[in-house]
Structures are given as C-alpha cells and as structure tokens.
C-alpha cells in the first residue's frame, strides 16, 4: 500500500456559536503546527476572554494525526473536549485546535446538553471554514560534483521536486521537497549515483 500523502485542514482561522438556556458557547478553530502553537494561541485565548468560565479544546497535530489532545477545563469529564475532538475526527482533519469558550448563562445543561453544545460549537467553526488539503513533502539535501549537474537537475525536474536553496560551485549543493510518495524512489537514485551524497533533513 502508498504512503498517503495528502492531509486535510482548515485553511485560515474560524469561528462559529450556539446558545442553550443562557449559556452562551463561542467555537474558534485555528490552523496549527506545533503544539506550542497551539498552547500559545490558547493562553491568549484565556488573556482576552478571562471573564469567561471555561476554554475547553481539542486539537490533532502532524500529517500522521499522531499528536492529539482534548481538554474539559473544569467542566464534567468527558463533556467537553471529547465531543470537540470528535468534530475533527469527523472531518478527518489534523493541524488543526479548536477552543470553545463558554459563558455560563445560570442554569445546569447536564451532561448530554454539555456534550451537545461543545460538539455543535465546534461544528459550527468548522461549517464556517475552508477546508484544503495539503501535500507531505520529505526535506533532502544533496552534494555532488558539478560534472553530473545535469544529470542531478533533470531527475529533480522530472519528479516535480521543489528546489528550496543552491549553491553551484565545484561542488554543489541542493536542498529540495519532494512528496512523501516519491521520496524513498528518488532518495535511492541519488544514493546510488557515484560522487552524490544525500541526507533527509525533515518532513513538512
């Protein structure tokens, strides 16, 4: 089976209410890559809107949706950043945090209206957001002698590779972005050509 190089998220920040008995529950969904990010995003979310009585969120990050996180923030467990996580992965979507901010308006929701009024916040954000999708690249850089320039720069042209940097000397040097579905092919090609040195420097 391929590698699946594509991933779906939301292409610029979103937000989207809905109201219960008074309460009144605001979901902001943001693009993220790092869980700093999202940390950083959430403690300005808490600076500015500190008169609010919980910033529950969820958010999924990395390609591979290996890094996630939910977060009740005082509310009942399980009422409240579940069902916002839920939302993401019902959209299929990673690289994404979505903070929704409630003001209790006086009156107990229990724990299905709880978990009925994070999810359609969410759901709210995301029904007011664009969603893309994006390709994953594997980052190389790569040394060789200027004889085989040719020869170097064709099979990069070939396969669509993104040249980021170069440097054309007696010796060159290329860094480039490929899809993730292309690099093990083209990394063994360059492994293989004599006076080549190729080394991964990270995937994006």
């Known amino acids: 089976m391929l590698f699946e190089d594509t ?6 920040y979103s937000e989207g209410t ?3 008995r008074g309460s009144k529950f605001i ?13 950083n995003i ?5 600076k500015k809107y500190h008169d609010a009585n919980h910033h529950c969120y969820a958010y999924r990050i990395g390609f591979d949706k290996s890094t996630f996180r939910t977060n009740d923030d005082g509310e009942p467990s399980g009422t409240a950043g579940r069902p916002i996580f839920g939302q993401i992965q019902s959209k299929d979507l990673t690289n994404i945090l979505i903070i929704v901010t409630r003001y209790f ?4 929701l229990g724990v299905s209206g709880l978990i009925n009024a994070y999810k359609t916040s969410a759901a709210e954000a995301l029904l007011n957001a664009n ?36 440097n054309f000397e007696m010796t060159c040097n290329v860094v ?4 993730k579905s292309l690099s093990d092919m083209i990394y ?4 293989k050509l004599n006076s080549v040195t190729i080394n991964y420097l990270r995937t994006e």
């Not at 979901?27 to 940390?39: M, W």
């Not at 994006?134 to 190389?140: G, M, P």
């Not at 064709?154 to 993104?162: G, I, S, V």
């Open 131 to 166: 969603i893309i999708t994006k390709n994953v690249y594997d980052v190389y850089e790569i040394t060789y002698d200027y004889a085989i320039m040719n020869e170097v720069m064709k099979m990069l042209k070939d396969k669509h590779a993104d040249i980021i940097s170069t």
């Open 18 to 20: 809905f109201r219960d």
């Open 176 to 179: 480039f972005k490929i899809r």
């Open 42 to 46: 959430l403690s300005e979310i808490r």
């Open 105 to 108: 308006g006086g009156t107990l």
């Open 27 to 39: 979901g902001r969904a943001y693009p993220v890559t790092t869980e700093d990010e999202a940390k």
């Open 188 to 191: 063994e090609y360059f492994k």
């Open 7 to 12: 991933y779906q998220t939301i292409e610029k």
